[in-house]
């Protein structure tokens, strides 16, 4: 979760929006406002969608997100 926090502060618009919802969901999640597959799946959606494949210039970074947002939502 850190370093979605650190992607979120420092890294270009589009991982640091991404990074900011994935953290977002994470609270929604962590508060109860979510059950676990509404959780996954919103995760999933966040990493898989092809704005991200276009938007990404960075692919160590894209990855980098990719991997937290996932680990993060528990399916890694």
Aim: proline share 1%; with cysteine; net charge negative.
């Amino acid at each position: 979760m850190q370093q979605l926090h650190d992607i979120a502060a420092t890294g270009p618009g589009w991982a640091r929006e991404r990074a900011e919802m994935a953290l977002a969901i994470m609270q929604q999640y962590e508060g109860g406002g979510l059950e676990l597959d509404e959780y996954q799946e919103l995760m999933r959606d966040l990493v898989r969608s092809d704005t991200l494949n276009a938007q990404a210039d960075d692919q160590e970074l894209k990855n980098l997100l990719v991997a937290c947002v996932m680990i993060g939502a528990k399916l890694a």
